[in-house]
């Protein structure tokens, strides 16, 4: 009785709190989204709004936070045992930067965007594409260079400052296979993602 008041009380406000828990699972789109139907209406407003697809989305936010709202780099360690400051001021479900959500929220008009808000986080990452497609020329499916563009900057990526990390490139070859996983995924249970969720109350 309680699941279901708190599952009506999502569905009629959409609450962000109530997918602030990360998921049990990061690698079925389709068991991620049927517990977070919140999360599959941004996902759809980002692709409407930027036109970057569901699956790259969610590939970068599972690669920067796997889907933790409240992911933050871990501290660094004096003498390995005492912790110290962050290595960034990443923060969020897409572990934007201070100055990066600062930019963001000036160039949207967003004032009220929150990092650990999942709409804001996507719709940051939908935004983020459009700045790599003007600035770097890279298109909003294409999940490795956009990836590479987010963890660089423009200029580096223009740099090809992203070609003598090894780790990064593989990072980046991991965001394209989990795009192109979770949007095969997507493609085959949007249909069911769309219904209404009150029959099942």
């Not at 962050?86 to 929220?105: E, H, I, N």
């Not at 490795?144 to 992203?162: K, P, V």
């Amino acid at each position: 009785m309680m699941r279901a008041s708190l599952l009506l009380l999502c569905a009629l406000v959409g609450l962000s709190a109530c997918g602030h828990r990360p998921p049990d699972q990061v690698t079925d789109a389709c068991l991620i989204l049927e517990d977070n139907r919140a999360w599959w209406r941004a996902l759809q407003r980002t692709e409407q709004r930027w036109g970057i697809p569901p699956g790259v989305q969610m590939a970068i936010l599972r690669r920067e936070s796997s889907f933790n709202a409240h992911a933050r780099p871990a501290r660094n360690r004096l003498l390995g045992i005492i912790p110290t400051s962050r290595p960034s001021s990443a923060y969020g479900y897409a572990q934007a930067l201070d100055g990066t959500w600062d930019w963001y929220r000036r160039d949207t008009g967003r004032r009220g965007a929150d990092r650990d808000d999942f709409e804001d986080a996507v719709d940051f990452i939908g935004w983020y594409s459009s700045k790599s497609r003007q600035l770097s020329g890279v298109q909003p499916h294409q999940a490795r260079e956009l990836y590479l563009t987010y963890h660089e900057g423009h200029g580096g990526y223009n740099r090809g400052s992203y070609r003598s990390k090894g780790w990064l490139m593989n990072a980046a070859n991991s965001v394209a296979r989990d795009a192109a996983s979770y949007q095969a995924q997507i493609d085959r249970c949007e249909r069911r993602l769309s219904r209404s969720r009150f029959w099942l109350l």
